[in-house]
């Protein structure tokens, strides 16, 4: 099961932070020929790599309307009632997130403002194979209805017989999404960053995916085109004292386990009997996963950590810095207010990470592999741009000009220094 460490000195941090994520330098030639090809024959390309790559034999890959209409049909109504729960609370959380536009007067007769402007056009990728994730087109498109995006694209991989889940396509009509396409893989990044005959190229791309889709997002930011942030295998850290229960944290674990043999789950707590009793636990919750293989693959690079030190243990809960972390403590105030690395967070020992995942109306498009250091998960303003605006009056450039003048002056900006110098002389002439 888990490995277990005590106590590990902060020298061995570093290992112990590791991510099990292998280098993908070997995959950007790949990834550079069929953008190439993209860029060159545009829909030809994205059926050719489709045939090839998926063993998919289509020569139109654009979802119709009747499709997306009949969808309903197919989708339990009890499934159907939990999507649309689901989406009701992700639009409250995200719909709570709009912001006035700030305005400020600097000094008299200079009036500052910010507004927020929609990105025009976005892409949503959304991952299928064994597990096609209906999910994430809530998490991605309400968003961006919310925010106003004009052009919403989305792209899936198709099944074996060429179809897109009957669950993906209701979600899509219910999410308002219009511009469907059966495309997968690199090929589907590359369209919707280069743009084809029938593919609308996009000014931001969203969503996660495997070590290809890893790839050609970055190799999209080359092509003037932004993405929602890196991305790498799923992760989760629990946190836990006495106060938890082996069961629920056991279960939590496997629950991020199972997403793909390379995610890693780290447990780490300050009540050293809870190493040996999740551990039972998990291997318990095992034999009942019909994903098992998964998720054992998965444990191979998980951790379980005690230290004695609360404080101590969040700091190392920052240094690792996971995507998604569950909190199952008595002192929940001290580890809340010690937390500043993190995608989401979990609190209580009724507050599972899957609930983050579906229904709760957080985001669960989150950054892993450390970059919750630098990178926020997705929420609202991600589907947005900030402008700002100043209005200055004659009062304000006469107040304000001659620091800009003295400044300009000083970088040696003449031109600069000119521009504000010229309005001033002509007031002077007015008076």
Not at 9 to 29: G, I, K, M, N
Not at 260 to 276: A, E, I, N, R, W
Not at 292 to 298: K, L
Request: with cysteine.
């Amino acid at each position: 099961m888990m490995e277990s460490y005590l106590n590990p000195s902060v020298s061995d941090w570093s290992s112990l932070t590791e991510r099990p994520t292998a280098s993908y330098d070997s995959l950007e030639p790949l990834v550079a020929t069929v953008f190439d090809e993209v860029r060159d024959k545009g829909d030809q390309a994205i059926i050719d790599y489709t045939s090839q790559f998926d063993g998919i034999q289509q020569h139109e890959f654009t979802v119709s309307e009747e499709a997306l209409n009949a969808a309903s049909n197919f989708v339990p109504d009890d499934l159907k009632s939990a999507i649309q729960n689901a989406k009701s609370n992700i639009e409250s959380f995200h719909n709570a997130q709009r912001t006035e536009t700030v305005r400020v007067t600097t000094q008299p007769g200079v009036d500052c403002w910010q507004e927020k402007k929609p990105i025009e056009k976005v892409g949503l990728y959304i991952p299928g194979g064994s597990a096609p994730l209906f999910s994430t087109i809530l998490m991605l498109a309400i968003p961006a209805q919310i925010a106003g995006c004009k052009e919403i694209v989305l792209c899936s991989p198709p099944s074996k017989d060429g179809t897109l889940p009957a669950v993906v396509l209701y979600t899509s009509q219910l999410c308002g999404v219009k511009k469907v396409y059966k495309i997968g893989g690199i090929q589907a990044i590359a369209a919707m960053a280069l743009g084809t005959q029938t593919i609308t190229k996009v000014h931001k791309i969203f969503g996660p995916g495997n070590q290809y889709v890893t790839v050609a997002k970055q190799w999209a930011t080359r092509q003037h085109v932004a993405i929602d942030m890196p991305a790498g295998p799923s992760e989760l850290l629990v946190a836990a004292d006495a106060s938890a229960r082996a069961d629920f944290i056991a279960a939590d674990l496997l629950s991020q386990a199972e997403h793909g043999k390379d995610s890693q789950v780290l447990f780490v707590t300050t009540h050293k009997p809870l190493l040996d009793e999740v551990n039972k636990a998990i291997e318990a919750q095992l034999k009942e996963l019909p994903r098992r293989e998964i998720a054992e693959a998965a444990l191979t690079n998980s951790k379980a950590i005690y230290f004695e030190n609360e404080a101590i243990a969040i700091d190392f809960i920052n240094a690792y810095g996971p995507e998604h972390y569950i909190i199952c403590v008595e002192n929940e105030t001290l580890y809340l207010d010690g937390i500043v690395n993190a995608g989401s967070v979990f609190v209580g020992n009724y507050t599972p990470e899957s609930a983050g995942d579906y229904a709760s109306g957080t985001n669960h498009t989150l950054p892993t592999n450390g970059y919750t250091k630098q990178y926020s998960g997705v929420n609202l303003d991600s589907f947005r741009k900030a402008i700002t605006f100043q209005k200055i009056s004659k009062e304000g450039i006469q107040s304000l000009g001659q620091t800009i003048e003295l400044m300009a002056e000083a970088e040696g900006l003449d031109a600069h220094k000119n521009a504000v110098s010229i309005r001033l002389n002509a007031l002077k002439d007015e008076v």
